[in-house]
Each structure stands twice: as structure tokens, then as C-alpha cells.
């Protein structure tokens, strides 16, 4: 099993820059890839940013450009620069293992506002 640890998000004014950690524990030989997913208030979860163990990434349109999702073993991270206030979310790691499918943390909530 995988257990996922997300920490980081807080209340931040546009324009100013975060970054979310979350911590891999467990099975972590099992993961192939990580992600970030966010979901707004009466939204659904939609994927931010992806990254696979061979480091290759991907990211949604609306953050390409402001964020930086990157890995360290263990560890996620997802650098977000130039924040608005339509990345008021709650933030979510995610792991996809060899074993369990996806896995999720309990997520961090990130408050764009003025």
C-alpha cells in the first residue's frame, strides 16, 4: 500500500507564487506515475499536472506555463507561480501503483485572493 501526505497550500494573494509537497510512504516501488489534481467548490477533480518515473510531464492547459510539477523519490512537489484566483482549490497527490491503481492524499487547500 501507498499512503500519500500532501502539505504547502495556504491563502495567497494573485500573482504570488506556492508550492505543495507531498510525501510517498509504503509500497512507493509500486508507483509509476504521480500527479496533482484540484478540485473548486461545486466543481469536479480535474488533473493540474503529471509526471511518470521516466519524467515525463504534463499539464492542463490553464496552468502550462505557471506551474512546475517535479519529483525527488519519495517526494512530489508542484511550484505554482503567478496565481489567480481560478486556482482556488483543494489540492490532491495522487499516485498511480502497480498494485492498488490510484491512490490519494487528503489534500491542501490553495486560496487565491486579494
Known amino acids: 500500500q501507498v499512503q500519500l501526505v500532501e502539505s504547502g497550500g495556504g491563502l495567497v494573494q494573485p500573482g504570488e507564487s506556492l508550492r505543495l509537497s507531498c510525501t510517498a510512504s509504503?509500497?512507493?516501488?509500486?508507483?509509476?506515475?504521480m500527479g496533482w489534481y484540484r478540485q473548486a467548490p461545486g466543481k469536479e477533480r480535474d488533473l493540474v499536472a503529471l509526471?511518470?518515473?521516466?519524467?515525463d510531464t504534463k499539464y492542463v492547459d490553464s496552468v502550462q506555463g505557471r506551474f512546475t510539477i517535479s519529483r525527488d523519490k519519495d517526494a512530489l512537489y508542484l511550484q505554482m507561480s503567478n496565481l489567480k484566483p481560478e486556482d482556488t482549490a483543494l489540492y490532491y497527490c495522487t499516485a498511480v501503483t502497480t498494485t492498488t491503481g490510484a491512490v490519494w492524499g487528503q489534500g491542501t487547500q490553495v486560496t487565491v485572493s486579494s
Open positions: 509504503g509500497n512507493i516501488f509500486s508507483i509509476y506515475a
Open positions: 509526471i511518470t518515473n521516466g519524467g
